[in-house]
């Protein structure tokens, strides 16, 4: 609000609420903090779970950081630009979510205590983004070559990201299969390894072990067929793929047919019946046994297809009839008439199981497949889900090797060389841009600094032994957990991609440069009006957070 000639002028509604300066800048730098000590004790191997409740009483059970921030109904503005960090990671690799958002909340922090010193946010922002870049060449020169062969390191960076989560007791099993499913589905273009994750479809059924899951070299279908008089295996399977309905069209305008004889009804409704008759002569003389059709198949004409041995399934949804086309190397017809045996797609078998009470189709030992299955098991709902969601990151993790062909060890090991040699660096930077750097770099050894309290150990006496074995050379010494020493991470076998450590780098300090820009932060009323506006993180906890249903005083 203005004032002219002593008269108010409103220059925004009435109801609008608005924070300026450093009021603005502590709110949004609280809330961040928040949603990062939210997630922060679920780091590392001995990571603690959260429980969400929302307000219908479903639950989940998870450490994993997306999870987490998606289930939470986050209100304030800053607040959920830390869950599209998090989401940016989930996409970007599939892994690092938690790492990613902690990151986030620790550079805030510490640029906090350098505002208070009078350094402009500014400033800090422009020193942070010298540091990312500094932090992201020294992540070149520290990386390590990985190759579509090293099955071994393959498998390590698989089960690192495995670690501390619900399938930690399988990850040995559930690795291989994760490894197994990635190398089938990649693809080398130009030198490089491109990776379509939507390849790999992952169906879960509990009632069985972990242990128990396996890796279909096809498409799992979670339907059953359309007949019970078709066979419930066909081996040798000719396949059919269709994109149209194999049933009588409708008329595209509405019609009215009077029928005055009944011999003229009965020749109608047998009409219907040969047509259909010749829809299956079609599909059986172009060699197919199996039929699966994107659309609706007729009673009559299924009726027919079991009397000729074939086995059907309607209604494929159409990721799935892609991922057949892949798997099978078949082409999805949108017309019976140009059904030939060249569109047919070829399969070890096609058999109908029952998983978990309910009935699946196995279009399994297809050849070359370009598409596979992974059916994950675990004795209850919580625990499969926790399954997918660990089973997922490793994907991510195996993926993001092969595709930027370089490793770097785990266990806080390269935030702690990166965290060395940027304070080397900022020796070399003038100005008030050189305590944004060192700030930056001790944001980093957080990461290490949270595993050890996860792990119940000491974080400083962690700290100092880290960064004197990183001082005398040893680059990739991090903290075992285990044995709650300093090791070699690399020779230990953790191992992760380093595009986990890059798109961490610079989601987070592109997060955290664009929170401290913000100085003025305007909150329009909502809907209906009426009362007056609350500030976001006013009336609450720092940030104001709106919490699930259930969850109680989680924050």
Known sequence: ????????????????????????????????????????????????????????????????????????????????????????????????????????????????????????????????????ERALEILDELGEEVTFDDEDSLKKVAQTTMTGKGAENAKEYLSGLALDAVRQVAEEVDGEYRIDQDLIKVEKKQGASVEESELVQGVIIDKEK??????????????????????????????????????????????????????????????????????????????????????????????????LAKATDANIVTSLKDLSEDDLGEAGDVASRSVGGDDMTFVQDCENAKSVSLLLRGGTEHVVDEVERAMEDAIGGVSSALRTGTIVGGGGATEVELARQLKDYSESVGGREQLAITAFAEALETVPRT??????????????????????????????????????????????????????????????????????????????????????????????????GGMGGMM
């Open 1 to 132: 609000m203005a004032q002219l000639g002593g008269q108010p002028i409103f220059v925004m509604s009435e109801d609008a609420a608005r924070q300026t300066g450093r009021d603005a800048q502590e709110n949004n730098i609280d809330a961040c903090k928040t949603v990062a000590n939210a997630v922060r004790t679920t780091l590392g191997p001995h990571g603690m779970d959260k429980m969400m409740v929302d307000s219908i009483g479903d639950l989940v059970v998870t450490n994993d950081g997306v999870t987490i921030l998606e289930e939470m109904e986050l209100e304030h503005p800053a607040a959920k630009m830390m869950v599209e960090v998090a989401k940016t990671q989930d996409e970007e690799v599939g892994d690092g979510t938690t790492t990613s958002v902690v990151l986030s909340g620790e550079l805030l922090k510490n640029a906090e205590e350098l505002i208070d010193q009078d350094v402009h946010p500014t400033v800090i922002a422009k020193g942070y983004r010298q540091a990312q």
């Open 226 to 323: 359309v007949h019970p008089n078709m066979p419930d295996k066909v081996e040798d399977a000719n396949i059919a793929l269709l994109n149209t309905p194999v049933e009588v069209q409708e008329t595209e305008t509405d019609a009215e047919i009077q029928v005055t004889d009944p011999q003229k009804l009965q020749q109608f409704v047998d009409q219907e019946e040969e047509t259909l008759k010749e829809m299956v002569d079609q599909i059986k003389d172009a060699g197919a046994n199996v039929v699966l059709a994107q659309k609706g198949i007729d009673d009559i004409a299924q009726h027919y297809m079991a009397k000729e041995g074939i086995f059907a399934i309607r209604r494929v949804k159409k990721s799935d009839m892609e991922n």
């Open 451 to 548: 595993l050890a309290e996860n792990a119940g150990l000491d974080p400083i006496d962690v700290l100092v032994d880290l960064r004197s074995k990183h001082e005398s050379g040893e680059k990739w010494a991090g903290i075992d957990v285990s044995s709650g020493k300093s090791e070699d991470l690399f020779r230990e076998d953790v191992l992760e991609p380093i595009q986990i450590k890059t798109q961490a780098l610079q989601s987070a300090s592109e997060a955290a440069e664009l929170i401290l820009r913000i100085d003025d932060v305007i909150s329009a009323s909502g809907e209906g009006g009426g009362g007056e506006p609350e500030m976001p993180g006013g009336g609450g906890a720092p940030g104001g957070m709106g919490g699930m």
